[in-house]
């Protein structure tokens, strides 16, 4: 049972030596010493190399190392093959620390103090409480549920949309195309925790964000396929948005004068919403791994036909 690693050095070391203490049963070899490509059983990667299929003819699972799968073609790989996303307790942390600063920042008003005290002014505005502030997530699966029930604990007013119904605990639910518009009419601030699928991608664009409250603002976790960058720099300029922090772009790393990177109300991060550590993220691999050889449902399998 050989399992692969094609991540970055570091990591790769992590894993192998948490292998080794814990599951010695396990075989691990790091990318690119793959030896005898036959043996290879599972694949567990963020890109995962070319050619797949041919490259590994016995490969039985592909492990994302991320907790979305859409930098993998599933279309190339056979069917047998299972893809399996990263549900990291990590990844939830990260997420949950990342949107809670971002809606905590807007609420209160941070960039525009922050922009006072360069111009040295000290002035105070209007504070609105938390429970008059409307907070909405797209996407109410691993992470978006677990971001709701941290922003519930701060008294926001807060809903959520997914493709499916749902019912959450303090949260007005919302579903599918024809629940959107009503959803988003919600959204002071809106957050993106949405897969990339052909479904998605480009969802965020002028038609959605002239459906949300003037002045809202956005938080992009999601993919950068998300957005049409130029809709949100037009919604920016118009004050249909007034400020947007985004974690990730559809060209990543996007150069200096990108147009979201120099904009003035908004704030770019590089992608580090949430970051997979081989220490927290070991447990759910080995057990997928052993609900795999005991011929179990593994968790987090794609469903190639959702794209998630
Ligand atoms: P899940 O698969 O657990 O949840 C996905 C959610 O999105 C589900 O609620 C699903 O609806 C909903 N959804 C999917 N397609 C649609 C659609 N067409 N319309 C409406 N809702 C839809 O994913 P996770 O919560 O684990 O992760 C979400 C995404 O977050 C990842 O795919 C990745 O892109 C991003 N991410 C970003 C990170 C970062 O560092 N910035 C880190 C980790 C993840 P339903 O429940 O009905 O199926
Ligand atoms: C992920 C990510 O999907 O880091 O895990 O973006």
């Known amino acids: 049972m050989t399992l692969l690693f094609k991540v970055d050095p570091a990591r790769g070391r992590a894993w192998k030596a948490l292998f080794a203490e814990q599951a010695p049963d396990i075989e691990v070899r790091l990318w690119p010493e793959v030896g005898d490509a036959s043996d290879i059983r599972y694949l567990a990667t963020w890109q995962p190399p070319e050619g797949i299929a041919e490259r590994f003819p016995n490969l039985q699972v592909l492990f994302a190392t991320s907790a979305g799968v859409d930098q993998f073609d599933t279309a190339t790989l056979p069917a047998w093959v299972q893809v399996v996303r990263m549900l990291d307790p990590g990844i ?71 493709r499916t119904e749902k019912q959450i605990e303090g949260v007005q639910c919302f579903a599918g195309e024809a629940e959107l518009q009503a959803f988003l009419a919600g959204c002071e601030t809106l957050i993106c925790l949405l897969p990339l699928t052909p479904d998605t991608a480009g969802i965020l664009n002028a038609r959605l964000l002239a459906a949300l409250p003037r002045g809202a ?58 970051v997979t550590h081989p220490e927290s993220a070991f447990g759910v691999l080995l057990e997928n791994l052993r609900r795999h050889q005991r011929g179990e449902v593994m968790e987090g399998v794609v469903l190639r036909e959702r794209g998630y």
């Open 217 to 274: 603002c956005l938080i992009n976790l999601g993919r950068g396929g998300h957005l049409v960058d130029d809709d949100l720099l037009a919604a920016l300029d118009c004050g249909q948005v007034r400020r947007a922090i985004v974690d990730v772009l559809a060209t990543e790393p996007p150069g200096p004068d990108h147009p979201l990177m120099v904009h003035p109300n908004v704030w770019v991060t590089p992608h580090i919403g949430a």
């Open 92 to 162: 939830v942390q990260g997420i949950v620390e990342y949107a809670t600063m971002a809606v905590l920042a807007l609420h209160r008003d941070l960039p525009l103090y922050l922009q006072q005290q360069r111009q040295g002014l000290w002035q105070e505005h209007p504070h609105v409480p938390a429970r008059r502030r409307r907070v909405g997530v797209m996407g109410l699966g691993n992470l978006g549920q677990a971001v709701l029930r941290q922003l519930h604990g701060f008294a926001f007013e807060l809903r959520g949309w997914s």
